[in-house]
């Protein structure tokens, strides 16, 4: 049986671990919230004080985290405590699913590689839906050893695995998605609005461009007017889903990357100033749909 310790059990973490152990894996979880450990162990997971408690004797270390300096700290330690890579085996796989910066997920798969343990950067994209429906996609970045030896875990919480190259791949992959994803959301929602100025059906427009040349994913899964579909963000005052602070982050991210390679991304950039100003309106806690308000509102003035 294969024994797992997952640390960082946010809205993403939370429902990835509950799906290994309706598996049948032995999942050890830490967090630094409570309530979150707590959620976990009535679900019949094992609970650990520290990090490194938690990872010492697990087959595979699942991380998932807010950024990359947590990452960073958890696998390499800090002057406040001793890191994963200090305590686990080279038996032990690691594999880090945060969005961070591709530079920290190199950074601590060299130095593992010292050691002699596989490390592996993995994030996702699916959301919190897919975390709880195990249907999440994972861009993996890292040896061929690494990749196929966590295939047991993965395809348990996702359906969509991926294999992007060399550790820090999966990162720049994840970015680049998730910068189209911001432009294919600020399109689609002055699109919309522009319909419904003109006096058209927001949800008989939509039905037309998602099976029209401006058909995407949007429009099909994700659709930021309200009441137009349901069990999304939208029909629900933009509350759950992916924040628009986290979008924000992704988006720096892809700058930073862009950035370094000299690589030229206007689009991705004026989403991001779309996004940073929608955050300090105070929006930043509702999901990254809500960018649709910015046009609506504007219009209502």
Known sequence: MTTVAFIGLGNMGGP??????????????????????????????????????????????????????????????????????????????LIDCSTIDAA????????????????????????????????????????????????????????????????????????????????????????????????????VLSDIMKVSSGGNWTLEKYNPCPDVMENVPSSNQYQGGFMVDLMVKDLGLSQQTAMASNSSTPMGALARSLYVNHARQGHGKLDFSSIFEQFANQNKK
Request: net charge negative.
């Open 16 to 93: 990835m671990a509950a799906n290994l152990i309706k598996a049948g894996m032995t999942v050890t979880v830490f967090d630094l919230n409570p309530a979150a450990v707590q959620t976990l162990t009535a679900q019949g997971a094992l609970s650990a004080k520290t990090a490194c408690g938690a990872a010492a004797s697990a087959d595979v270390v699942i991380s998932m985290l807010p950024a990359g300096k947590h990452v960073q700290s958890l696998y390499l330690g800090s002057e406040q405590g001793t890191g994963l890579l200090d305590v686990v085996s080279q038996n032990t796989l």
């Open 104 to 203: 920290t997920a190199q950074l601590v798969g060299q130095q593992a590689a010292v050691k002699g343990i596989s490390f592996m950067d993995a994030p996702v994209s699916g959301g919190t839906a897919g975390a709880a429906a195990g249907t999440l996609t994972f861009i993996c970045g890292g040896s061929q050893d690494a990749y196929s030896q966590a295939q047991t875990v993965l395809k348990v919480m996702g359906a969509n695995i991926f294999h992007a190259g060399d550790v820090g791949a999966g990162q720049i992959a994840k970015i680049c998605n998730n910068m189209l994803l911001s432009v294919l959301m600020v399109g689609t929602s002055e699109s919309l609005q522009l319909g419904i100025d003109n006096g058209l059906d927001p949800k």
